[in-house]
């Protein structure tokens, strides 16, 4: 069940991007990041914290009242403690990398 960096982590009938990764991980602190970073029933994008950001920047309107920037540089750090000091599989380093390539490249940090 392999899926680089990039991953097949996007949406499948019948499947959320949040189900899909929550299935997919096994780490309890991984797991916990990606259900604060998917909301079940979003609306914006794919549902995700990144796509928040991206509609944010791009329009300037919060999403749900609340701005999700500052929520992102917080997963982000908290995404990179994940990867260095957990016990990852590889199936979880893969979606711990594509989730902060995610999330940089909406932050616009290199």
Do not use: C, W
Not at 18 to 39: D, F, G, H, S, V
């Amino acid at each position: 069940m392999g899926g680089g960096a990039g991953g097949n982590f996007g949406r499948t009938k019948g499947s959320s991007k949040r189900e899909k990764l929550l299935k997919r991980a096994t780490n309890q602190k991984l797991k916990n990041t990606i259900n604060e970073m998917y909301r079940p029933n979003a609306k914006i994008g794919d549902g995700g914290l990144s796509d928040a950001i991206r509609h944010e920047i791009k329009t300037k309107q919060l999403v749900g009242g609340k701005s999700h920037i500052q929520k992102g540089i917080e997963r982000l750090k908290n995404l990179e403690n994940i990867y260095k000091k957990q016990n990852l599989n590889t199936t979880d380093k893969s979606i711990v990398k594509y989730l902060i390539k995610d999330l940089k490249n909406a932050l616009g940090v290199k």
